[in-house]
């Protein structure tokens, strides 16, 4: 069983960037494709990004395209969400998953989360 901690949150202005990285613990990590997902106050949690076992498989969300980078570093147990050019609406407590299935899931394993505040 994959343990899983999400850091890197906080509060930024419009326009500006943060990194968001996930630990994984606990299980064969370089077996796992991972994924970002997000939820907002009153919303559904919904897709992000996702990454295959070998890093060469990478998906996103139309919403993020262009501004969102996922990459993993199997040697360190680490997958990481470069975000970029954030937006207000990018507000949200981003999640970190995995999943021995697709990319496209169903994902198995959940971080606690961190909270990632953009302000306008």
């Known amino acids: 069983q994959v343990q899983l901690v999400e850091s890197g949150g906080g509060l930024v202005q419009a326009g500006g960037s943060l990194r968001l990285s996930c630990a994984a613990s606990g299980g064969t990590y370089s077996r796992y494709n991972m994924g970002w997902f997000r939820q907002a106050p009153g919303k559904e949690r919904e897709f992000v990004a996702a990454?295959?076992?070998?890093?060469?498989?990478?998906n996103y969300a139309d919403s993020v395209k262009g501004r969102f980078t996922i990459s993993r570093d199997n040697a360190k147990n680490t997958v990481t969400l470069q975000m970029n050019s954030l937006k207000p609406e990018d507000t949200a407590v981003y999640y970190c998953?995995?999943?021995?299935?697709?990319?496209?899931?169903?994902?198995?394993?959940w971080g606690q989360g961190t909270q990632v505040t953009v302000s306008s």
């Open positions: 990454i295959s076992w070998s890093g060469g498989i990478t």
């Open positions: 998953a995995a999943t021995r299935l697709a990319t496209t899931g169903p994902y198995s394993y």
